[in-house]
């Protein structure tokens, strides 16, 4: 059985609404939990409850509007076959699966919708749930206690301040990388990890800028320095106006410093039509260091392309120079993706040296506070 984190009595417990599968559009999903499950079957009218037996399955299907939920002995027989128009399982861990495509385990409360032209399965799950599933997934190679914490802090401000990005579709968070994705339930008997107790260790705590949470960013490596904001609205990116925070605590990650060769025509073909400038001149701006906003933004815009077109592995983040020169341009850069905010490969260091949570969460984040709300 899964260790829940406790919340004190009395404390407003926050949840999280994960829709899942949504990149399979699905029209079959079958359910199974460890033990005995109540289920919950709702028409417009009535609502039937029923027990999920250890062993039996629970197939949810669309037929229109409506769903058909049929409950299986292990042995396919059917047991019973309800309509209804959403169905939902109480907490428990369960294995999800569109048959043939993705099974998946996950804990929490399962509820199943019926989409315009899909079915809308959907988890819900306590917010230090989440934050400790989100953690394994982000920090699986971390073992300091203290850098786990911070990051810990991170993972829920995030939740709290970004809760809503799918209103439209009914959940928070969606399980692709666009939200942040939910690794798979673990399943030890009686373990207390070290990600539940980063989570427990930091209950409820969020980083807050004038004692608003808001949603911060992190990165695998600055590769020596963070970037100060560069949103192109001149409004910070949420919340907090990022500074550019020089990191000496990086420097064995494998995108500290980075390099890579482009076919220069490549690079002009896909640069055509992204921004007012014309390719040519867009490189020669490239060319020249600084990362003032403007060419920051510039610099984004770039690598975004550039990934879309060619690939992520190319320019590895927004801190980089080109060079061009017979055909070919050079990229060089530092460190990875945006490069804005907490720099994890220097905050594991930084847990290594015996640096707090605090500690490593003031450094990459100066003028911002730990809170509870
Ligand atoms: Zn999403
Ligand atoms: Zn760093």
């Known amino acids: 059985m899964l260790v829940l984190v406790p919340l004190s009595t009395g404390a407003r417990v926050h949840q999280v609404m994960v829709g899942v599968f949504g990149l399979f559009r699905p029209n079959r999903i079958e359910i199974e939990t460890e033990d005995g499950t109540v289920t919950s079957i709702r028409t417009a009218e009535v609502e039937n409850r029923r027990v999920l037996a250890e062993g039996q399955r629970l197939l949810v299907e669309r037929g229109g509007k409506q769903l058909k939920v049929s409950f299986l002995e292990a042995t396919g027989d059917l047991l019973q076959v309800f309509d209804a128009g959403q169905v939902s399982i109480e907490e428990a861990s369960f294995t999800l699966s569109v048959p043939g495509q993705i099974r998946r385990s996950f804990f929490g409360r399962v509820e199943v919708a019926v989409g315009r032209d899909h079915l809308l399965p959907r988890i819900v799950v306590a917010e230090e749930v989440a934050v400790a599933q989100i953690l394994r997934s982000e920090m699986a190679e971390c073992f300091e206690p203290e850098t786990l914490k911070a990051q810990a802090v991170l993972v829920r401000s995030y939740l709290r301040s970004s809760s809503g990005r799918h209103a439209a579709e009914?959940?928070?968070?969606?399980?692709?990388?666009?939200?942040?994705?939910?690794?798979?339930?673990?399943?030890?008997?009686?373990?207390?990890?070290?990600?539940?107790?980063?989570?427990?260790?930091?209950?409820?705590?969020?980083?807050?800028?004038?004692?608003?949470?808001?949603?911060?960013?992190?990165?695998?490596?600055?590769?020596?320095?963070?970037?100060?904001?560069?949103?192109?609205?001149?409004?910070?990116?949420?919340?907090?106006?990022?500074?550019?925070?020089?990191?000496?605590?990086?420097?064995?990650?494998?995108?500290?410093?980075?390099?890579?060769?482009?076919?220069?025509?490549?690079?002009?073909r896909i640069l055509k039509g992204i921004h007012r400038d014309s390719p040519v001149r867009i490189l020669a701006r490239l060319a020249r260091p600084g990362d003032e906003p403007v060419l920051a933004n510039l610099r984004e815009t770039v690598r975004l392309q550039v990934g879309r077109s060619l690939g992520w592995n190319l320019i590895r983040s927004n801190r980089y120079i080109v060079e061009s020169a017979r055909g070919f341009t050079r990229i060089k850069g530092h460190g990875s993706g945006h490069n804005l905010g907490l720099c994890q490969a220097g905050a594991i260091e930084m847990g290594r040296q015996g640096k707090s949570m605090t500690d490593i969460l003031g450094f990459y984040f100066p003028g911002c506070q730990i809170g509870r709300r």
């Not at 949103?231 to 605590?249: E, I, K, L, Q, W």
Request: aromatic share 14%; with cysteine; proline share 5%.
């Open 170 to 268: 009914g959940y928070d968070f969606c399980d692709t990388t666009h939200c942040q994705f939910l690794a798979d339930n673990n399943n030890n008997e009686d373990e207390v990890d070290r990600f539940r107790q980063a989570t427990l260790d930091s209950q409820g705590l969020l980083l807050t800028f004038l004692g608003k949470p808001f949603q911060p960013m992190y990165t695998a490596s600055c590769g020596g320095r963070t970037l100060a904001d560069f949103s192109s609205t001149g409004r910070p990116h949420s919340g907090y106006r990022y500074r550019a925070v020089a990191c000496d605590f990086c420097p064995k990650h494998p995108l500290f410093a980075w390099e890579c060769i482009v076919q220069t025509e490549n690079l002009l």
